[in-house]
T-cell receptor, first 112, second 112 residues
Framework: ETGVTQTPRHLVMGMTNKKSLKCEQH?????MYWYKQSAKKPLELMFV???????ENNSVPSRFSPECPNSSHLFLHLHTLQPEDSALYLC???????????FGPGTRLTVL | DQQVKQNSPSLSVQEGRISILNCDYT??????FLWYKKYPAEGPTFLIS?????DKNEDGRFTVFLNKSAKHLSLHIVPSQPGDSAVYFC???????????FGTGTRLTIIP
């Protein structure tokens, strides 16, 4: 499934670094999502964008900053992260907000 | 408080036999349930879903059963094949809300 791509696949960063995760969907979907999966925890929804407008922000710390410049692209800007932010970050998209979601392969983030 | 629970972290089944994966939920507002399958280094992929107006949905070797009174759903795979070895996530959402709440997953291993 190459409908949703994510780059980079792996990222190691220090706590003072600034980096960005990128997600691109080639499915013509209108909604995009960021999820976080920590070890032995369920996937946690972070942000939802529908038609490029943020419609959900699940009490995520401000050191995570999403950006959706158009319906095909979604970014997650990271700055001054903590080691506990190390996790798998998954992007997903869906035709609309009630449709099934298609996931990207994820970015494995390690914060040192 | 975990609203979607998968109490078995792992399950091993002989090839050709039936695999039964279980999921319990606590939120009575959930009305749409999904199963996702995840291979290592890939994002979750949608497998099958069921609406609360039904108690069974079948797609090939996969059948999902919903017991609303018990707040329980299960995924049956028959016959099980080696390619079914993966982590299976149960997810649920409430009416008018695209937010998916995931379980922690069950790792299924099919023994040849």
């Amino acid at each position: 499934e190459t409908g949703v791509t994510q780059t980079p696949r792996h990222l190691v960063m220090g706590m003072t670094n600034k980096k960005s995760l990128k997600c691109e969907q080639h499915l013509g979907h209108n909604a995009m999502y960021w999820y976080k999966q920590s070890a032995k925890k369920p996937l946690e929804l972070m942000f939802v964008y529908s038609l490029e407008e943020r419609v959900e922000n699940n009490s995520v710390p401000s050191r995570f900053s999403p950006e959706c410049p158009n319906s095909s692209h979604l970014f997650l800007h990271l700055h001054t992260l903590q080691p506990e932010d190390s996790a798998l970050y998954l992007c997903a998209s869906s035709q609309d907000r009630r449709d099934r979601q298609f996931f990207g392969p994820g970015t494995r983030l390690t914060v040192l | 408080d975990q609203q979607v629970k998968q109490n078995s972290p792992s399950l091993s089944v002989q090839e050709g036999r039936i695999s039964i994966l279980n999921c319990d939920y606590t939120n009575s507002m959930f009305d749409y349930f999904l199963w996702y399958k995840k291979y290592p280094a890939e994002g979750p992929t949608f497998l099958i879903s069921i609406s609360s107006i039904k108690d069974k949905n079948e797609d090939g070797r996969f059948t999902v059963f919903l017991n609303k009174s018990a707040k329980h759903l299960s995924l049956h795979i028959v016959p099980s094949q080696p390619g079914d070895s993966a982590v299976y996530f149960c997810a649920a959402s409430a009416d008018g809300n695209e937010k998916l709440t995931f379980g922690t997953g069950t790792r299924l291993t099919i023994i040849p």
